[in-house]
């Protein structure tokens, strides 16, 4: 895999999370837990796409 295609594939499953996130925050059924830890997960794509992007 290219890195191009890489960090492509980051920066959709980056955008996929905040899209979970935002539902998860207007469902009333979402937990604090449960959207903290996809807010996690978005913050690693995040960096690891900043890692590779300054690289």
């Known amino acids: ?3 191009n295609s890489h ?3 980051l ?3 980056h955008e996929a999370l ?3 996130v ?3 925050q207007r469902a009333p059924g979402s937990s ?4 903290s830890e996809l807010k996690k997960q978005k913050l690693k794509l995040k ?3 900043e890692r590779l992007t300054d690289a």
């Open 1 to 3: 895999m290219s890195m």
């Open 7 to 9: 960090l492509e594939a």
């Open 11 to 13: 920066r959709e499953k």
């Open 18 to 20: 905040s899209t979970q």
């Open 22 to 24: 935002e539902e998860a």
């Open 32 to 35: 604090d837990s449960e959207i």
């Open 47 to 49: 960096e690891e796409i």
